[in-house]
Nanobody, 125 residues
Framework: EVQLVESGGALVQAGGSLRLSCAAS????????IGWFRQAPGKEREGVSC????????YYAASVKGRFTISTDNAENTVYLQMNSLKPEDTAAYYC??????????????????WGQGTPVTVSS
């Protein structure tokens, strides 16, 4: 059974940093793409970042490029999202996802099968 458990969400001031973690079980990163989505209140869900299992390419949404970094610890089966220079507009619930389309060339994330329960991030101005 695939499980994704996020942690690390918190209240932080604008300009600050947070690192989100997602502990994965039931699969390996070698076989499945992994990533992060977010959803702010009243807004559509947004793909933030992902790593494609096929070639290791990494996608970032334009809104976070240069500020967020996705990484994995394969020994711990954990994926991280390091978020720097946080802005109030980064406030959202952040969801870890697995097994979906992660395409840098097409600039999109879609059709993700597995979702974590989400962890809240609030950035105060």
């Amino acid at each position: 059974e695939v499980q994704l458990v996020e942690s690390g969400g918190a209240l932080v001031q604008a300009g600050g940093s947070l690192r989100l973690s997602c502990a994965a079980s039931g699969f390996t990163f070698d076989d499945h793409s992994i990533g992060w989505f977010r959803q702010a209140p009243g807004k559509e869900r947004e793909g933030v970042s992902c790593i494609a299992s096929r070639d290791g390419s990494v996608y970032y949404a334009a809104s976070v490029k240069g500020r967020f970094t996705i990484s994995t610890d394969n020994a711990e089966n954990t994926v991280y999202l390091q978020m720097n220079s946080l802005k109030p507009e980064d406030t959202a619930a952040y969801y870890c996802v697995a097994d979906g389309l992660c395409s840098v060339t097409a600039n999109l994330m879609s059709d993700w099968t597995y979702w974590g329960q989400g962890t809240p991030v609030t950035v105060s101005s």
